[in-house]
């Protein structure tokens, strides 16, 4: 991917990228200032507060991920994006009416875990109705990718400049205004095709869209009208959960797969108390605003920008398991940095470094699993290992408040580093061994770090 492919990106395509980039900018400000910055300096900065709020988000996410794509498949993605943003527009309105209370805190997180995990759904999920050909979906997946980074360093700073200059629920007002403007940009964009025969609009209905667009040529025009809806049985919808359990059946047999999953594991697992815990070091240790947090948080979305900008540079022959592993100690020793001292120039070199160490694991991941997976499956394996990862996150937000009272919230979280600098060190053999046994098997080349094969 280069910025150059966005030439070659049609009008349609161009509006899609826009629209996400806009929406993903308003909740990235609300999520760590409305949300994840709220929860400890708007109720006292209690652990277990803390922990309720954000195991709420991490549940009601898993549900929105059922959810989006569910509903994507049923009624397309444009149709899923309207009617999620309004109801994401009146989780913001809600906002308003928590001040306060932690009940409805609680359940405007819920919704707004749910609403907003469906429409990030239902973005990733579009390129398909626009683009049938490798390079078209490789392009249209890489812009909305590479949009998501950038709203990661320009939401936490617009967050935090709302929270400088009104209150913090001004980060709402922001996202429903970043909503409906993303939205309104969404409904130009058209679905050209129907991947499971059964869309919207019959042939005609494609071919006005097409004109719509424009910036289309004619071989697009009899692309999307040459397109015949598949047999009854196509039609079908697959079973989410029955789908979840194949792709579980499918990582037990095969050893990289599994490998790629203990990898996972570990680089999230370890840093799973930061989700209890690290707006709780903000307040108590580093004793700072709230608006630091998006601050902060904006300067590991320009880490991730870096990680990816360095992913692309390094050879094809060196992605392999024994890198994904290197990253999980870099990541407990940019932990440590970033939480084991008081100095915010620390703060900010080590949430710099975790930055680059996730834009550089989770696009590695993707690539990994697409070329040790069956292409017609690989979708379900990585959508089953980012479950369990997500699952599991559960267990040190539970444990986060317990640990934090016996020992402190800065000692925990400097743990959770150590702990995870170790688990990378103990897998680093693990990783040699398996390239070494793979050989020249993979097909790196084949894949794209960020399209979706």
Known sequence: MNIKSLASANLNE??????????????????WVGIFGYAAYGFGGNPTIIAAVMLTFNASSMVGSVVGGMVVDRIGPRKTVLYSSLITIAVCVLAFTMEGSLAAFIVMVAIFGITTTVLHTAYMSFAPYLERTKVGLRRVNSFLTVGTFIAAIVGPAMGAVATDSFSVYSVFILMAVATAIGTGITMVVREIYSPNGNGDSDKADQAVAIVATGDIDETTVKAAESVQPTNSSAKEKSNPFAEALEGWYIIKQSRNLRFYLIASIAIVFGFGAFDALEPLYFKQVLEVELSWIGWINAVGGIGLIVGVALLVLIPARKINARLLVLLIPICGFATILYVGTTNLYFVVAGQLALG??????????????????????????LGTINTIMVGLLLIPLVAAPGLSNLFGVQEVLVSAGILTLVLGLLLFPMGKKLDADSGDSRNIEGVDIFGED
């Open 14 to 31: 161009r509006w899609l990228v826009l629209a996400n980039l806009v929406r993903e900018v308003g909740m990235q400000a609300a999520y």
């Open 356 to 381: 680059a160490v996730f834009g550089i694991f989770d696009p590695l991941l993707r690539t990994l699993i697409q070329a040790d997976s069956p292409l017609e499956v690989s979708g379900r394996v």
